[in-house]
């Protein structure tokens, strides 16, 4: 009570500081928000991957890096690999330019694509949000990642039009906010019609049961090993990435972006923390008499010390509770802004929220230290003669 | 606290009628000025006493360390039975929580506390119960005639009003001493008519002892005694 009427005697002042925190807490809680996306999509690309070795193809067949049947049937054989999952992977749109949820085609053979999503453990496993898979032997249809049926408005049942074809769209998959979200699931042979038609080279060699890359289905633990056993058993060539390899990466990558992203919002935040010293302060200086009128009817050191803590965290806490709930409006407007993406930009999730409040306090806390301390050290003689 | 308090002997000479002493006090302020010079004085329970004397005598400097607010160069104070100088710094903000009240010139009240909780401020410091520190400082505002302005913030107050509100703070926790520093020097006579009276029935009533600092002959006329300082020595009566 004592603390809200000193704010409101102090009302610019107070407003400014805590607005000052505010806009420190603001760039925290939108940086926070991509931070949170990347993590989304690193976490999905872990998961997929916790299960499955990569196999690409270093060259091959005039250097075209496309995996034929006999590599396949060669990364099938080395024990310990449960199924391959193979894909054709194409730009959905060659033309589209940059994205920030890429698209891409996606040519999957069913009857293993199902088996691989039995083996690839409960994360890694792509759902259906609504429709069915395709039967074996379907064509031209496909089924849709959410950011792709957001964006180009698709629902089951419309026609997709993509890379000089249509196809019906069957199925949706539940939104991952990874990688997936960008993914058009078709028949790898329509898949391979589109290859295969856009590359005279293709065309005049003839071939036409190449994937692009290929996954072999293991235990999470043995991946290291198998990838040894396979790079041993293979011919030279290909490319292999463990689920190890694949995850500590995808960690590395995670905590480079998040240190750099949450380390530009942090130091938002400390300029922030800056001016509530300095408003702590001139309090301190402005209370001075009401502080030896305190000392002298018997409050103790820690009486004063604790006034000017809980008004610096509630200085704090204001100023986080109000950069957090304009820092999702910038978030909510941005991802409205880009919705025709089919993605959200940034995620604004309940531990962002929770985090950013607790920092704001811990921060006003660490601000109100050094003028707490002096306001209880100052010689209770000398504070009265102040009027 | 308590314990550090409690395990300090009574002096003989400070049992009895005798509430505060000081002896031979001197207090040398850095760069040389000696505002006391080996001051001794009692102050026995339950009477006013009156402490006269040109600014710059030394008397606030006296009361703030019979107050425990600043400490001598050397001598020695007892304060009902305990020897404050003995005590270590950090003793000194519970002593004064428990053992004296103080009334200053102007200016006592904390300005966004209402009378209420101005006065509930010591008791607070106390760690009292919230319900039970309202009632007793409701009780101390109704002894100085102030019940109908217990949530006006001083700011809402007259001068004479704000000082009665510090009395009630200074009475609050019934402490052995109340030290008065200029307690009617921003008011106007009639004002501070009414505010000696008001002192003067609190003593009679609770047998509250009260220490005065002063240069009004008004206030001099409503003490018990008076003792005269000049040079930071007590003059001798004549």
């Known amino acids: 009570m004592e603390m809200l009427r000193n704010f409101s005697r102090r009302r610019l002042r107070t407003g400014l500081t805590i607005l000052g925190v505010a806009v420190g807490m603001l760039a925290f809680t939108v940086m926070g928000g991509m931070a949170e996306k990347f993590d989304l999509i690193i976490e999905g690309g872990k998961a997929y991957f916790t299960h499955r070795i990569a196999v690409r193809s270093a060259g091959g067949l005039f250097r075209l890096n496309l995996l034929e049947p006999q590599d396949i049937e060669a990364v ?64 031209n249809v496909a089924v849709l990642g959410s950011a792709v049926a957001r964006r ?25 906010f990874s990688v997936p979200d960008g993914w058009v699931l078709v028949p790898q042979e329509d898949a391979r019609e589109v290859m295969v038609q856009e590359s005279s080279l293709l065309q005049m060699l003839g071939i036409d049961s190449f994937v692009t890359n290929a996954y072999a289905l293991v235990d999470p633990d043995q991946g290291d090993q198998i990838v040894r056993q396979m790079a041993a058993s293979l011919r030279g060539g290909f490319l292999l990435y463990s689920p190890q390899e694949l995850t500590e990466a995808a960690g590395q990558a995670s905590t480079l972006l998040n240190t750099a992203i949450l380390g530009s919002g942090v130091i938002a935040v400390i300029v922030g923390a800056l ?24 409050a103790s050191r820690w009486d004063i010390v604790r006034e000017f803590l809980l008004e610096s965290v509630l200085i704090g ?71 | 606290m308590e314990r550090v308090i409690n395990s300090l002997q009574w002096p003989e000479r400070a049992s009895g009628s005798a509430l505060v002493v000081a002896e031979e006090v001197t207090k040398v302020y ?45 001598g020695e104070v007892w304060i009902d039975g305990v020897p404050v100088t003995r005590l270590p710094e950090r003793a000194l903000p519970a002593l004064r929580l428990r ?30 119960p919230a319900r039970q520190a309202m009632e007793k400082a409701r009780a101390a505002l109704e002894a100085v005639g102030l019940s109908d302005r217990m949530h006006h913030l001083p700011a809402q107050l007259s001068g004479g009003q704000q000082q009665r509100v510090a009395i009630a703070r200074a009475l609050v926790n019934s402490p052995a ?7 009617t020097g921003a008011l106007d006579s009639q004002t501070a008519r009414d505010l000696l009276a008001l002192i003067r029935r609190l003593s009679a009533e609770q047998g509250q002892t009260f220490v005065v600092v002063t240069h009004d002959p008004l206030v001099g006329q409503a003490c018990d005694r008076i003792v005269t300082m000049e040079d930071g020595r007590i003059r001798p009566p004549s």
């Open chain 1, 76 to 139: 099938r054989s080395v024990a310990g690999v449960k199924e391959v999952e193979t894909q054709i992977l194409l730009p959905l749109d060659e033309t589209a330019g940059f994205e920030l949820a890429p698209r891409f085609l996606v040519g999957v053979d069913m009857p293993g694509f199902l088996r691989a999503q039995e083996l690839a453990g409960d994360k890694g496993r792509l759902r259906l949000r609504e429709g069915a898979w395709w039967q074996p032997g379907q064509r």
């Open chain 1, 152 to 176: 180009m408005k698709l629902g089951v049942g419309d026609l997709l039009q993509a890379r000089g074809r249509s196809f019906r769209v069957v199925g949706i998959l539940e939104e991952t």
């Open chain 1, 275 to 298: 001016a509530v010293v300095n408003t702590m302060f001139i309090a301190v200086a402005e209370r001075t008499r009401e502080i030896g009128i305190k000392k002298a009817i018997g």
């Open chain 1, 317 to 387: 806490l204001l100023g986080g509770i109000l950069g957090v709930a304009l820092g999702a409006l910038v978030i909510y407007g941005i991802n409205w802004y880009t919705q025709d993406q089919g993605t959200p930009v940034f995620i604004l999730t309940p531990r962002l929220v929770g985090t950013a409040i607790l920092f704001a306090g811990l921060l006003g806390a660490a601000a109100g230290v050094m003028p707490a301390l002096r306001a209880a050290s100052l010689d209770p003689v000398a504070a009265l003669r102040e009027y």
């Open chain 2, 30 to 74: 850095p760069g040389g000025v000696r505002a006391l010079d080996r001051v001794s004085l009692t102050v026995r329970r339950g009477e006013i006493l009156g402490i006269m004397g040109r600014s710059g005598s030394g008397k606030s400097t006296l009361l703030h360390i019979l107050g425990c607010l600043d400490r001598p160069t050397s």
């Open chain 2, 99 to 128: 053992k004296v009240g103080f009334v200053f010139q102007s200016h006592n009240l904390i300005p966004c506390l209402t009378a209420l909780e101005n006065v509930a401020l010591p008791l607070r410091y106390l760690r009292l």
């Open chain 2, 177 to 183: 001493l109340v030290l008065a520093d200029e307690p």
